[in-house]
């Protein structure tokens, strides 16, 4: 039989006393049983009892937070080392406090379980596994055991726990407070000491409104270390339940800052790509903190600078999938993605590249797209994904398509894919470096449409062919035979120096063929070639009708002609069929009047010009001059003998007279001076002739001719001195007259 004897007070009256004794003293000290219950009158007190000789063991015990209760071998004085404890715990403790006498550990299925059991010695055995007194040193080695047993250490952690607003209520809170006291004050001042302090005090003061002072100075302490921390410290934050902490927001909003003002170090991604990853899943993290850091990238992606946008493209080089998420959570806008274009790496795993690629496609950002594609595929193959996602109008991204290419590449890609796009982009580098189009096929389309490209950015670019002439003149071959020919190539090259046609074997083929400006510019050049050339020497090759009337009209020729020597202008005059003769005349009156000396060849080459001209005005000046004295034309006389006078021919001994080449010189001069025939102005009479002895028939030439033969045959009078004195007197300056006047050889024949 057992006998229980019970004493029932209640609860909250018995925790706010200190001093357990007075109750105990009502418990019976032998066993019997009362005839009745009743209630007691007792007189509480709050004297603290002096410590039993195993208090601090007790204490150290139960500030262990094992699991099971602390284990007093024997049950002598248990009462006392009760009354003791009870003393100097504090309300909440005492709330939950429970003891008793045990057999063993099956014994305690009370709520709660017992604290602190007294059990036999012989039952030792029974609680092996289990805190025993008898195996704990007296000495108060923890801030939590001083706090239980009333030593002087203890007060700090009765008032840090009043500082927080921590009430234990367990004994297993004690270690927990003392850690969170030790992490405030002795341990060093780091995040996670920090971090864990937070958590501790979460634990041990859930109401905000507790310890608002502690919980504020370590939110404080908090936020100055989140000012160097790193992104692994702040991933200690992502569980972190701060309900009890009045302030905690102020926590959140600096870590957002954290996050936006972050130059994100690449020695931090692994941590960062996790904050990520448990920023996007729910489950992963608390809902502020996910806010925070979301909130914080949304802020660093709108802040000028790479910083952010290198990240994000290692970011997602280590975790491909993070990219959908990260660009959600950036928001990004036409300047992040500018400085994500000028970030971009040069190579990216394809993976990783797919994703990007997949959303600037989906988003038209071609200038995105075009960086992306160039990280995974090769240059003609990120081209051609650049063209399909760009409207045909747009090249915006198709160079940063092809960065990493060479221009080597480019061009060669070009004429591969043969996308207009493609060859205008191409055609800048091949502008810049003609040499690039060396080794192209110019006998294709695509060939010759990437040359006019390079030609409309430098027209330099005509070098750029192996044999640039060949080239362009295949162009115009196929121009002269109808297949097509790239639009603006001849116009582009009509401005180079391949524009002079002279080599060109159809080039009197092509002028119909062409536009007039084209025309006028090939012209042009031409016509500037051949005499550039012809100043060198003789004309280099025989112009065709335009070319012919296309060099007369140049405004260079006249330049060009007083600059040259006289065999050179004979030789262009001579290719030159419609050569106007006056102009001929001025060229040489200017020549001879800055005194340029003519070979006897080039005279004659001038004669033989005349003749073959039938320019009588300049056998006449070349006639004069040698009457002025020029001796020098005389080779040029006598190459256009057959149209000079016979007079001339006599006087200036150009050649030798016949008899009757004299008297038809004389007959010549006669007819001209007296066109009526001899008896015009009575000449015959007053020569001493008979008018009755003339012809009166025929034109005055005929007369003459007849008149003449009479004197010639000395058929009557006049005779021929007296004839041409009679003249002489009718016209006295006239030199031809004196010239048959004065020659005696003559006048004595008759």
């Given at each position: 039989?057992?006998?229980?004897?019970?004493l029932?007070?209640?609860?909250?009256?018995?925790?706010?006393?200190?001093?357990?004794?007075?109750?105990?003293?009502?418990?019976?000290?032998?066993p019997?049983?009362?005839?009745?219950i009743?209630?007691?009158?007792?007189?509480?007190?709050?004297?603290?009892?002096?410590?039993?000789?195993?208090?601090?063991?007790?204490a150290?015990?139960?500030?262990?937070?094992?699991?099971?209760?602390?284990?007093?071998?024997?049950?002598q004085?248990?009462?006392?080392l009760?009354?003791?404890?009870?003393?100097?715990?504090?309300?909440a403790l005492?709330?939950?406090?429970?003891?008793?006498?045990?057999?063993?550990?099956?014994?305690?299925?009370?709520?709660?379980?017992?604290?602190l059991?007294?059990?036999?010695?012989?039952?030792?055995?029974?609680?092996?596994?289990?805190?025993?007194?008898d195996t704990?040193?007296?000495a108060p080695?923890s801030l939590?055991?001083?706090?239980?047993?009333?030593?002087?250490?203890?007060?700090l952690?009765?008032?840090?726990?009043?500082?927080?607003?921590?009430?234990?209520?367990a004994?297993?809170?004690?270690?927990?407070?003392?850690?969170?006291?030790?992490?405030?004050?002795d341990?060093?001042?780091?995040?996670?000491?920090?971090?864990?302090?937070?958590?501790?005090?979460?634990?041990?003061?859930?109401?905000?409104?507790?310890?608002?002072?502690?919980?504020?100075?370590?939110?404080?302490?908090?936020?100055?270390?989140l000012?160097?921390?790193?992104?692994?410290?702040?991933?200690?934050?992502?569980?972190?339940?701060?309900?009890?902490?009045?302030?905690?927001?102020?926590?959140?909003?600096?870590?957002?800052?954290?996050?936006g003002?972050?130059?994100?170090p690449?020695?931090?991604?692994t941590?960062?790509?996790t904050?990520?990853?448990?920023?996007?899943?729910?489950?992963?993290?608390?809902r502020?903190?996910?806010?925070?850091?979301?909130?914080?990238?949304?802020?660093?992606?709108?802040?000028?600078?790479?910083?952010?946008?290198?990240?994000?493209?290692?970011?997602?080089a280590?975790?491909?999938?993070?990219?959908?998420?990260?660009?959600?959570?950036?928001?990004?806008?036409?300047?992040?993605?500018?400085r994500?274009?000028?970030?971009?790496?040069?190579?990216?795993?394809?993976?990783?590249?797919?994703?990007?690629?997949?959303?600037?496609?989906?988003?038209?950002?071609?200038?995105?797209?075009g960086?992306?594609?160039?990280?995974?595929?090769?240059?003609?193959?990120?081209?051609?994904?650049?063209l399909?996602?760009?409207p045909?109008?747009v090249?915006?991204?198709?160079?940063?398509?092809?960065?990493?290419?060479t221009?080597?590449?480019?061009?060669?890609?070009?004429v591969?894919?043969?996308?207009?796009?493609?060859?205008?982009?191409?055609?800048n580098?091949?502008?810049?470096?003609?040499?690039l189009?060396?080794?192209l096929?110019?006998s294709?389309?695509?060939?010759?449409?990437?040359?006019?490209?390079?030609?409309?950015?430098?027209?330099?670019?005509?070098?750029?062919?192996?044999?640039?002439?060949?080239?362009?003149?295949?162009?115009?071959?196929?121009?002269?035979?109808g297949r097509?020919?790239?639009d603006?190539?001849?116009?582009?090259?009509?401005?180079?120096?391949?524009?002079?046609?002279?080599?060109?074997?159809?080039?009197?083929?092509?002028?119909?063929?062409?536009?007039?400006?084209?025309?006028?510019?090939?012209?042009?050049?031409?016509?500037?070639?051949?005499?550039?050339?012809?100043?060198?020497?003789?004309?280099?090759?025989?112009?065709?009708?335009?070319?012919?009337?296309?060099?007369?009209?140049?405004?260079?020729?006249?330049?060009?002609?007083s600059?040259?020597?006289?065999?050179?202008v004979?030789?262009i005059?001579?290719?030159?069929?419609?050569?106007?003769?006056?102009?001929?005349?001025?060229?040489?009156?200017?020549?001879?009047?800055?005194?340029?000396?003519?070979?006897?060849?080039?005279?004659?080459?001038?004669?033989?010009?005349?003749?073959?001209?039938?320019?009588?005005?300049?056998?006449?000046?070349?006639?004069?001059?040698?009457?002025?004295?020029?001796?020098?034309?005389r080779?040029?006389?006598?190459?256009?003998?057959?149209?000079?006078?016979?007079?001339?021919?006599?006087?200036?001994?150009?050649?030798?007279?016949?008899?009757?080449?004299?008297?038809?010189?004389?007959?010549d001069?006669?007819?001209e001076?007296y066109?009526?025939?001899?008896?015009d102005?009575e000449?015959?009479?007053?020569?001493?002739?008979?008018?009755?002895?003339?012809?009166?028939?025929?034109?005055?030439?005929?007369?003459?001719?007849?008149?003449?033969?009479?004197?010639?045959?000395?058929?009557g009078?006049?005779?021929?001195?007296?004839?041409?004195?009679?003249?002489?007197?009718?016209?006295?300056?006239?030199?031809?007259?004196?010239f048959?006047?004065?020659?005696?050889?003559?006048t004595?024949?008759?």
């Amino acid at each position: 039989m057992v006998l229980s004897h019970a004493l029932i007070v209640p609860l909250n009256d018995l925790v706010s006393v200190s001093d357990l004794r007075p109750l105990l003293a009502w418990l019976m000290a032998r066993p019997h049983a009362p005839l009745a219950i009743t209630p007691l009158e007792v007189e509480l007190g709050n004297d603290i009892p002096p410590a039993a000789t195993d208090l601090p063991a007790a204490a150290a015990a139960l500030a262990q937070r094992s699991a099971g209760p602390a284990v007093r071998l024997g049950h002598q004085d248990f009462d006392d080392l009760v009354v003791s404890l009870w003393a100097r715990l504090w309300p909440a403790l005492r709330r939950n406090f429970a003891f008793r006498l045990s057999f063993g550990p099956s014994d305690l299925v009370e709520t709660p379980t017992p604290a602190l059991v007294c059990t036999p010695h012989a039952l030792v055995a029974r609680w092996r596994g289990h805190q025993r007194l008898d195996t704990v040193s007296p000495a108060p080695g923890s801030l939590a055991a001083a706090a239980l047993t009333g030593h002087e250490q203890g007060t700090l952690l009765r008032s840090f726990a009043d500082e927080i607003g921590a009430e234990a209520t367990a004994f297993s809170e004690l270690p927990l407070l003392e850690q969170a006291y030790r992490l405030t004050t002795d341990t060093p001042d780091t995040i996670d000491n920090t971090i864990t302090a937070v958590r501790l005090v979460q634990r041990l003061s859930p109401e905000p409104s507790h310890g608002t002072n502690g919980k504020a100075k370590l939110l404080q302490r908090l936020l100055h270390q989140l000012e160097t921390a790193t992104a692994g410290d702040v991933l200690t934050l992502r569980n972190l339940d701060m309900q009890g902490f009045e302030h905690a927001q102020a926590v959140w909003t600096h870590l957002e800052t954290w996050t936006g003002d972050n130059t994100f170090p690449p020695a931090q991604d692994t941590s960062f790509t996790t904050m990520i990853q448990d920023a996007i899943h729910t489950s992963k993290s608390t809902r502020q903190w996910r806010e925070a850091v979301l909130g914080g990238l949304r802020k660093a992606a709108g802040t000028p600078g790479p910083a952010f946008a290198r990240a994000v493209w290692r970011w997602v080089a280590a975790d491909p999938e993070l990219t959908r998420p990260l660009w959600t959570a950036a928001r990004p806008d036409h300047a992040l993605v500018g400085r994500l274009v000028e970030a971009a790496p040069r190579m990216l795993p394809l993976r990783a590249a797919q994703h990007m690629i997949d959303i600037a496609r989906e988003e038209r950002f071609p200038r995105l797209h075009g960086a992306a594609v160039s990280t995974a595929f090769p240059p003609c193959e990120a081209a051609r994904l650049q063209l399909t996602a760009e409207p045909h109008s747009v090249a915006d991204g198709l160079e940063l398509a092809l960065r990493n290419a060479t221009p080597e590449e480019i061009v060669r890609c070009s004429v591969d894919i043969g996308d207009a796009r493609m060859i205008d982009l191409a055609g800048n580098y091949a502008a810049r470096t003609p040499v690039l189009l060396a080794d192209l096929d110019f006998s294709t389309q695509t060939v010759q449409t990437l040359w006019t490209a390079s030609l409309k950015y430098d027209l330099n670019a005509w070098q750029g062919p192996a044999n640039p002439q060949a080239a362009f003149h295949a162009a115009l071959t196929d121009l002269i035979d109808g297949r097509p020919v790239q639009d603006g190539l001849i116009r582009c090259l009509s401005r180079t120096p391949l524009a002079d046609l002279g080599a060109f074997p159809r080039r009197s083929e092509v002028w119909a063929k062409l536009s007039s400006l084209d025309l006028d510019a090939l012209t042009r050049a031409t016509v500037h070639g051949w005499l550039e050339k012809a100043c060198t020497g003789l004309p280099p090759f025989r112009l065709e009708p335009h070319l012919q009337t296309a060099v007369l009209r140049s405004p260079e020729l006249d330049s060009q002609l007083s600059r040259m020597e006289a065999g050179e202008v004979v030789g262009i005059v001579t290719a030159l069929p419609t050569f106007d003769e006056y102009r001929f005349r001025r060229w040489l009156r200017a020549a001879l009047s800055h005194g340029q000396r003519i070979p006897p060849s080039t005279w004659e080459a001038i004669g033989d010009l005349a003749l073959d001209r039938h320019w009588k005005h300049t056998a006449d000046e070349l006639t004069g001059m040698l009457r002025q004295g020029r001796d020098d034309v005389r080779p040029a006389l006598r190459a256009c003998l057959p149209m000079i006078g016979l007079l001339d021919r006599w006087r200036l001994k150009l050649s030798a007279i016949s008899p009757a080449e004299r008297w038809k010189a004389l007959e010549d001069l006669a007819a001209e001076l007296y066109p009526a025939g001899p008896n015009d102005q009575e000449l015959w009479e007053r020569a001493g002739g008979r008018t009755a002895d003339l012809d009166q028939r025929g034109s005055g030439r005929t007369r003459w001719h007849q008149a003449l033969q009479r004197i010639e045959h000395g058929i009557g009078n006049p005779h021929l001195k007296q004839l041409l004195n009679e003249m002489r007197n009718d016209y006295p300056a006239n030199q031809p007259l004196r010239f048959f006047a004065d020659n005696q050889e003559f006048t004595n024949e008759r």
